[in-house]
């Protein structure tokens, strides 16, 4: 179903590992920081997803897992019959559905573009979770809170928002995305982090 996929596609990259929110330390060199954050490749996460568009909306439970280029992210949500899967790396993509015919693509990006005629901004957003710019996409505008975190982000033509910080091992990760672009707008609450995982 058409929203089910966008919101799959839309993260592109699941784990239940338990962290309790703690308060974040101050950022005091941001370069390291964001630096830190590239080197981290490997993680899980479990969050709520909200979207809409100019004419519908929804939510959905995500799970998302990531090792280094590969991803495999799961979707459950009220408007889907069973979980909804979308699996693959830079160069590969693929998406399946409970009694539907799996769609294959030659990469995340490739894929949005058949199912929807535009292309997700899939490359960004595996950093943008982690409340990092994506490295190698031109920056407009960003802003930073007192302590050092990123507040706002202004790229691929997408304004986000980032709040919610905690304290995961020595990560310092947003627990709350917002983002809005033209009639797109998106929601991510991450209720649990898991760096560095063990492999399933």
């Known amino acids: 179903m058409r929203l089910a ?8 990259l699941g784990a239940c590992a338990l962290h309790s929110p703690q308060p974040a330390p101050t950022v005091t060199d941001w370069d390291q920081h964001q630096q830190q954050l590239q080197q981290l490749q490997s993680w ?5 997803l909200g979207y809409r568009d100019s004419r519908d909306g929804g939510s959905a439970w995500v799970n998302w897992q990531q090792s280094a280029e590969h991803f495999k992210l ?3 949500g009220p408007f889907g019959a069973g979980a909804t899967h979308i699996l693959g790396d830079d160069n590969y993509a693929e998406l399946q559905r409970s009694g539907k015919k799996t769609i294959y693509a030659p990469s995340p990006t490739a894929l949005t573009e058949q199912l929807f005629g535009w292309q997700w901004p899939v490359d960004q957003l595996q950093f943008w979770v982690r409340g990092i710019p994506a490295p190698d996409t031109p920056l407009a505008e960003s ?4 302590d050092g975190t990123l507040a706002r982000l202004d790229q691929a ?3 986000l928002e980032f709040s919610g910080y905690q304290q995961v091992e020595h990560w310092i990760l947003p627990s709350r995305i917002r983002g ?8 991510l609450v991450i209720k649990n982090w898991r760096p560095n ?3 399933d």
Do not use: C, D
């Open 157 to 159: 033509q997408w304004q």
């Open 44 to 48: 899980r996460l479990e969050g709520k």
């Open 197 to 199: 995982p063990v492999a």
């Open 74 to 76: 799961q979707l459950n």
């Open 5 to 12: 996929t966008l919101l799959l596609t839309m993260l592109t």
């Open 143 to 146: 802003h930073h809170n007192p």
């Open 180 to 187: 809005n672009n033209g009639e797109y707008s998106f929601t």
